[in-house]
T-cell receptor, first 115, second 113 residues
C-alpha cells in the first residue's frame, strides 16, 4: 500500500516551453502533497506544500508563477514548470500524506532536461 | 532552523560486515528525525523514525539508529550488510512531524561481494 506515482519519469523540453508533471497517490487519499527539487549530488529541497482544494504554500525563494501547483483532487497534484529555462533542469520528486497520518510517501521522481 | 549533515558521501563495505552511516543534526526544537533509503528508479522509502520516544529506534530490514542529544547525532547502523542494501540513504530532520522535511545530502552505500 501507500504507493505514489509520477508521470512522466523523464522529460526533455525546449527552452521557453511549459511542462507538466503529475503526482498520483494510487491507493490512498492524499490530503497534502509536497514537491521537492533535487540538483545533482545535492539533497532534496522542499519547493511547496499543497492541500487538496487550496492554494499551494511555496518555500522562500521559489517562484510561484514559474512553478504552478494544482492539487485538484485527493489523488492528483500537478507541477507545471512555465517558460522553462536550462537552469530549471533538475530532478523533481513529489510526496503525499494522508490524514491523519504523518508519514510522507514519495514518488520515484521526474527528471526534467531543458534544452 | 534545522539542518542535517551526513558526514560521508560514499561508504563501501563488504557483504556481511557492519554498516555505519553517520548523521549530525542541528535543531532549535526537539526534532523528529528520519532515515530514508532510495534505490535506483524507486521512490524514497522510510527506514525508521525518531519522535522523542525511545532513543534507540529499530527500522525495517535490520537497520537501527540511536538518537544522542548530547552529540546531536542520529547514526544509522546495521550489523551485517546485504547486497540489497546498496542504495542512497538520506538523514532527514523535521520540526513539525510530517511537514517541512529537511534532507541531508545523502550517503551512497556500496556493498562488495
Amino acid at each position: 500500500g501507500a504507493v505514489v506515482s509520477q508521470h512522466p519519469s523523464w522529460v526533455i523540453c525546449k527552452s521557453g516551453t511549459s511542462v507538466k508533471i503529475e503526482c498520483r497517490s494510487l491507493d490512498f487519499q492524499a490530503t497534502t502533497m509536497f514537491w521537492y527539487r533535487q540538483f545533482p549530488k545535492q539533497s532534496l529541497m522542499l519547493m511547496a506544500t499543497s492541500n487538496e482544494g487550496s492554494k499551494a504554500t511555496y518555500e522562500q525563494g521559489v517562484e510561484k508563477d514559474k512553478f504552478l501547483i494544482n492539487h485538484a483532487s485527493l489523488t492528483l497534484s500537478t507541477l507545471t514548470v512555465t517558460s522553462a529555462h536550462p537552469e530549471d533542469s533538475s530532478f523533481y520528486i513529489c510526496s503525499a500524506r494522508d490524514f491523519p497520518g504523518y508519514e510522507q510517501y514519495f514518488g520515484p521522481g521526474t527528471r526534467l532536461t531543458v534544452t | 532552523a534545522q539542518s542535517v549533515t551526513q558526514l560521508d558521501s560514499h561508504v563501501s563495505v563488504s557483504e556481511g560486515t557492519p554498516v555505519l552511516l553517520r548523521c549530525n543534526y542541528s535543531s532549535s526544537y526537539s526534532p523528529s528525525l528520519f532515515w530514508y533509503v532510495q534505490h535506483p528508479n524507486k521512490g524514497l522509502q522510510l527506514l525508521l523514525k525518531y519522535t522523542s520516544a525511545a532513543t534507540l529506534v529499530k527500522g525495517i530490514n535490520g537497520f537501527e539508529a540511536e538518537f544522542k542529544k548530547s552529540e546531536t547525532s542520529f547514526h544509522l547502523t546495521k550489523p551485517s550488510a546485504h547486497m540489497s542494501d546498496a542504495a542512497e540513504y538520506f538523514c532527514v530532520v523535521s520540526r513539525e512531524y510530517g511537514n517541512k522535511l529537511v534532507f541531508g545530502a545523502g550517503t551512497i552505500l556500496r556493498v562488495k561481494s
